[in-house]
């Protein structure tokens, strides 16, 4: 306990949090902790856990995401793996929305499979039977990822401190588990009826039960508890495409076709 204290004195971990918070309520960039701090990736979870709460305050969490899926991107950030954020009730719009580019500072678009718990989570899930009844329901997504940051160099931890670029989300309808297999559901994005990507939920680890395995375990080795009805979004599949203006649609096996407008 004293070296935790200890270090939280030396980063000032609720100094970075309160600069955080403000920049997002005044729609500003994000300054990048790693310009001046060692910050290190636990602390950094510290960062976000405080720049969280202090969201929390004024509006729900509505879930946790996974982030930086790719190995490349982990790469680029010296990661050893996905991290993961939170998502908050604000960020939800509907299927058919109109959303403004300039509501976000540097908003890109991902397609996603998200999952609404069918229960309260607190321990590790260890079984595919467990996790899938845990899961009551599975859908299409759109993820309105803000990385928050300007163009200046960014490691993990200011990813992770910055509540990994969750800017916003578009769940599409929500279908039963036991009517999916998931493995099986691919999808294609377009935009104005161009082709932007195509991808597979088995892209995802080469199992996307496991990717949702590993997002509800790691959020609960964190000491987070998820909510029954919360939703987990597992991961972008296919690329994160600038929010260029225009009609994109995801059409997903299974999942069906949700679309938004980019103005």
Not at 75 to 82: F, K, Q, S
Not at 209 to 226: E, S
Not at 247 to 260: D, H, N, P, R, S
Request: proline share 5%; net charge negative; hydrophobic share 50%.
């Amino acid at each position: 306990m004293g070296d935790l204290c200890y270090h939280r004195r030396m980063i000032d971990i609720d100094a970075i949090a309160r600069g955080f918070h403000a920049a997002f309520r005044a729609g500003a960039l994000y300054a990048a902790p790693s310009a001046s701090l060692p910050l290190d990736l636990g602390q950094a979870y510290a960062v976000q856990d405080a720049f969280n709460a202090l969201r929390a305050a004024e509006e729900p969490i509505a879930g946790y995401k996974a982030g930086v899926n790719a190995q490349a991107a982990q790469r680029a950030l010296a990661l050893e793996g996905p991290i993961t954020g939170a998502l908050f009730a604000r960020g939800a719009r509907s299927p058919g929305a109109v959303i403004e580019r300039g509501a976000f500072r540097n908003l890109v678009i991902e397609t996603e499979v998200g999952f609404r718990t069918s229960r309260r989570i607190d321990r590790p899930i260890d079984t595919l039977a467990e996790l899938r009844a845990s899961i009551a329901t599975i859908a299409a997504m759109f993820e309105l990822a803000d990385p928050g940051f300007g163009r200046v160099p960014l490691k993990g931890p200011d990813m992770v401190a910055a509540n990994v670029a969750c800017g916003g989300f578009v769940e599409g309808p929500a279908h039963a588990v036991a009517g999916i297999d998931l493995n099986a559901v691919s999808l294609v994005l377009r935009r104005d009826g161009v082709v932007l990507h195509e991808a597979r939920a088995a892209d995802l680890l080469g199992d996307h039960w496991q990717a949702l395995a590993w997002l509800i375990n790691a959020l609960v080795a964190r000491g987070l508890v998820i909510d029954a009805g919360q939703l987990l979004m597992t991961g972008a599949l296919g690329s994160a495409q600038p929010a260029t203006p225009g009609v994109y649609e995801a059409a997903f096996t299974t999942l069906g076709t949700i679309a938004i407008t980019i103005v």
